[in-house]
């Protein structure tokens, strides 16, 4: 099994890859879900950095934990099933004997931030036994400390890189092989993996991944989150807008991001260069035209275009428009027959 992904800076058109690769017969499109548990906080490339790059003896078993309760918030609830829906019980089974596979030992025991993990009222509740004991019964003992979390299990772990590659691999390929039908060998996933960095995250992958970065003018993800999707999770303020979007790009000065693995592409070329560009990114991942069966049936670029140029639509955004032009001119797209 090898995996396709894409990756985006939020609102960039990533999922027009997801659907056309989903136009291939041979490929198993895993749901439009974002699986994330790599890159996120408390994710795989934190654990590797607080187990394996910066251990501590408190820091590194706790992160663990940490992870452990992100599975556990991945795993869902009552309210909505997460990533439950995708791999059932799979999900929880294989990630902890992931947790467990990089654990060295554990015992009864806790730290600071086995409290404040819990929130600030958990914390003092569980502490002001302790500073009133301190007052009274234990004034002439000071370095004593009353445990309240008998029930708290510390974590141990210090695995080598090579440890922790090896069973991050195992742990991923696993996870997805549980829910690839037998007759399929390439799967795609949308959003393992950020567009940042991605050397560092290609590794925990046998060499059978490859990701395509979108990007799109900034005129247009300016306007569709500020006058249509309104969900408040960039800024809408223009000059900042403008610093965020520069703040969010600054790597590509370093990082290669056309390699065997790694192609980057704009969302506007996937549309109107659609006859050239499609191909050629197919063949790059690999895949076959004569299975195609579905050509243009779910990424259709005349109804992607309708996304594009749309700051015509809002006259009354003229001098914010304006303004990104001149401050992200080396970001923003030629489009063909502009006014």
């Given amino acids: 099994m090898r995996f396709i992904s894409c990756a985006s800076y939020y609102g960039t058109g990533s999922s027009a890859i997801t659907d056309y690769v989903s136009e291939f017969e041979n490929v198993f499109s895993f749901t439009n879900e974002e699986f994330r548990f790599i890159q996120d906080p408390d994710g795989i490339s934190d654990l590797e950095f607080n187990l394996v790059e910066c251990f501590n003896r408190h820091n590194s078993g706790h992160s663990l934990k940490r992870y452990k309760r992100l599975v556990d918030f991945y795993n869902g609830n009552a309210f909505g099933k997460k990533y439950r829906a995708f791999f059932g019980d799979n999900w929880k089974k294989y990630s902890y004997q992931y947790i467990d596979n990089l654990t060295d030992f554990t015992f009864p025991g806790w730290w600071q931030y086995d409290l404040y993990d819990r929130g600030e009222w958990f914390y003092f509740r569980k502490r002001i036994l302790n500073k009133i004991l301190h007052l009274t019964l234990w004034k002439n003992n000071p370095e004593r400390t009353l445990n309240t979390m008998k029930n708290e299990i510390t974590y141990g772990a210090h695995p080598t890189e090579q440890k922790f590659l090896y069973y991050t691999r195992k742990y991923i390929q696993s996870l997805f092989e549980s829910v690839i039908p037998s007759n399929y060998d390439i799967m795609m996933v949308d959003q393992l993996l950020p567009p940042m960095n991605l050397q560092r995250y290609l590794r925990y992958f046998n060499d059978n991944i490859q990701v395509v970065i979108v990007d799109r003018d900034p005129r247009d993800l300016f306007i569709l989150d500020k006058y249509v999707w309104k969900d408040g ?44 560009v499609m191909p050629k990114l197919g063949g790059w991942l690999g895949l076959n035209e004569e299975h195609h069966k579905m050509k243009k049936k779910i990424f259709n670029p005349q109804v992607s275009i309708k996304n594009t140029n749309t700051w015509h639509k809002y006259p009354e955004a003229k001098n914010e428009i304006d303004y990104i032009s001149r401050e992200l001119q080396d970001y923003l797209y030629d489009f063909p027959n502009k006014d």
């Fill in 233 to 276: 999770v960039i800024p809408n303020d223009i000059e900042t807008f403008c610093k965020w979007y520069k703040y969010t790009r600054n790597h590509r000065e370093s990082e290669n991001l056309n390699t065997d693995q790694i192609k980057f592409v704009r969302f506007e070329d996937l549309i109107y260069k659609y006859d050239d």
